[in-house]
T-cell receptor
Framework: GAVVSQHPSRVICKSGTSVKIECRSLDFQATTMFWYRQFPKKSLMLMAT?????????EQGVEKDKFLINHASLTLSTLTVTSAHPEDSSFYIC????????????????FGPGTRLTVL | SQQGEEDPQALSIQEGENATMNCSYK?????LQWYRQNSGRGLVHLILIRSNEREKHSGRLRVTLDTSKKSSSLLITASRAADTASYFCATAPRFRDDKIIFGKGTRLHILP
């Protein structure tokens, strides 16, 4: 259980275009989804936290208008990189956490496989 | 901002040996988690230890937590080639437990 998928796994786009990345929790309802960015051989940097049905909370230094996050349902969150530039090239990873059978929030975050974005 | 600092940054050991990685953090936490990441892949959750726990086991993994020193260690016993990966600790801050903060990671390489 607790599987999170991401789509696409890899995307190459031209500078100036927008790219949408989907994150889905396949077998549980995600109360909260997280978006991270990771540079080669570096750690994960939290970009934003999104709760279903509410606006995302962005970390300091992350542009809200640049990285649009929508968490429309308990199983789907999307990250749209608008007007992408080469410096946006990175590995984007989402994670999700939900509730257990007793409705308590589970501490563990389950991660998707990541999306490799390359902006030419 | 990053909270955890793993030590060492890189570790190479012979297959069959034990591997120990350490993590230090700065602020009070609710829990600490260890994750594994294979190159270019997502993260796999290994183990979670709560702030009131001192030690936890899962298969060949043993995690300790010392809140007085703000440190944790991950021990992998009888290492295998498949254990080659990057290992990250992540802390859930006590007053902001809706997110976890990752350390820089330890790159572990198991030599055949």
């Amino acid at each position: 259980g607790a599987v999170v998928s991401q789509h696409p796994s890899r995307v190459i786009c031209k500078s100036g275009t927008s790219v949408k990345i989907e994150c889905r929790s396949l077998d549980f309802q995600a109360t909260t989804m997280f978006w991270y960015r990771q540079f080669p051989k570096k750690s994960l940097m939290l970009m934003a936290t999104s709760n279903e049905g509410s606006k995302a909370t962005y970390e300091q230094g992350v542009e809200k208008d640049k990285f649009l996050i929508n968490h429309a349902s308990l199983t789907l969150s999307t990250l749209t990189v608008t007007s992408a530039h080469p410096e946006d090239s990175s590995f984007y990873i989402c994670s999700a956490r939900g509730r257990d059978a007793g409705r308590a929030i589970v501490d563990t975050q389950y991660f998707g496989p990541g999306t490799r974005l390359t902006v030419l | 901002s990053q909270q955890g600092e793993e030590d060492p940054q890189a570790l190479s050991i012979q297959e069959g040996e034990n591997a120990t990685m350490n993590c230090s953090y700065k602020t009070s936490i609710n829990n600490l988690q260890w994750y594994r990441q294979n190159s270019g892949r997502g993260l796999v959750h290994l183990i979670l230890i709560r702030s009131n726990e001192r030690e936890k086991h899962s298969g060949r993994l043993r995690v300790t937590l010392d809140t007085s020193k703000k440190s944790s260690s991950l021990l992998i016993t009888a290492s295998r080639a498949a254990d080659t990966a990057s290992y990250f600790c992540a802390t859930a801050p006590r007053f902001r437990d809706d997110k976890i903060i990752f350390g820089k990671g330890t790159r572990l390489h198991i030599l055949p």
